[in-house]
């Protein structure tokens, strides 16, 4: 049976250095010859809040991928850029190897008091997920990291199923029980859909992130342990590059994120 490492059991391993945190990186979160981008992300995002000690929310995190993170140890270099009253700034760094693998841009806020009521967008309709069965894992086939995600689909093409859909949705769930941080979790999970673009070849072709942007909105409660879902829309396709948005809702229903990406298609 292959190693199983969960989300925090890295979370738990991580040791710090300076400003700097180490993470242990495994197989099972691989991504193609990467590990999963989200998962990158996500402990970069714990990064910045370990070594800023700043409890205040992520509102917004910008990602522009350089190089593939493989196993072994990943370090992420955490400098602040900004820190005011209200909003704080913060770059985090990440290097495997001594080689520059991502760089993350990380805008944390505190709530203001506002005249305007708040204000949230409803969930559309789709297939619920106890309706639809769990994507199998079938190693060689898959992404690594789906052992750690699971997947069920809503709506669009599977990867290389020779469609045509720009749009797909699709619930994922954290398939390791333990507890992660809300915010780590949205910060996964934004990110582990495959672009549409995968669904419209019929045979294996890969894709990757080139930059990512997430808006976070600070959740009102604790999410519950169900299924969220992503919603992905591909608005433009040219020369190789996907551009696309995503939306993420809790097992609640309520907004979580809103992302945009520029994907990478080679096929």
């Keep these: 049976m292959p190693s ?5 059991d890295l979370i738990a391993a991580a040791r710090r250095e300076g400003d700097s945190l180490i993470y242990p990186i495994f197989d099972d979160w691989g991504q193609g010859r990467a590990t999963f981008g989200g998962l990158v992300a996500s402990l970069s995002v ?10 205040r929310p992520l509102r917004a995190l910008q990602t522009n991928f350089i190089g593939p993170v ?11 850029l900004r820190g005011g009253k209200n909003v704080s700034q913060f770059e985090a760094r990440v290097f495997q190897n ?12 505190s709530a203001r008091e506002s005249a305007v009521a708040a204000m949230r967008p409803q969930q559309p309709a ?20 789906i052992q750690r995600v699971g997947f069920r689909w809503a709506e669009g093409d599977a990867p290389f199923s020779g469609g045509k859909a720009m749009h797909s949705k699709i619930h994922v769930k954290l398939r390791d029980g333990a507890a992660v941080h809300p915010e780590l979790l949205t910060v996964l999970l934004a990110d582990a859909p495959p672009t549409p673009m995968l669904g419209h070849f019929d045979k294996l072709t890969m894709a990757s992130s080139v930059s990512w942007s997430l808006e976070l909105l600070p959740l009102e409660a604790p999410p519950g342990d169900g299924w969220w879902r992503v919603d992905t829309e591909v608005f433009a396709y040219a ?24 994907v990478a298609v080679f096929g």
């Design 4 to 8: 199983i490492h969960p989300l925090s």
């Design 126 to 145: 789709s297939r619920d997920a106890a309706s639809l069965p769990d994507v199998p894992f079938v190693a060689g086939a898959m992404p690594n990291f």
């Design 239 to 262: 020369g190789g590059y996907g551009h696309q948005q995503t939306r993420l809702w809790t097992p609640e229903g309520a907004l979580a994120a809103l992302g945009y990406q520029v």
């Design 46 to 55: 714990h990064a910045m809040h370990t070594i800023a000690d700043d409890p």
């Design 98 to 109: 001594g080689e520059l693998a991502a760089v993350l841009i990380g805008v944390f806020g």
């Design 70 to 80: 493989g196993p072994g140890e990943m370090r992420v270099e955490v400098q602040q």
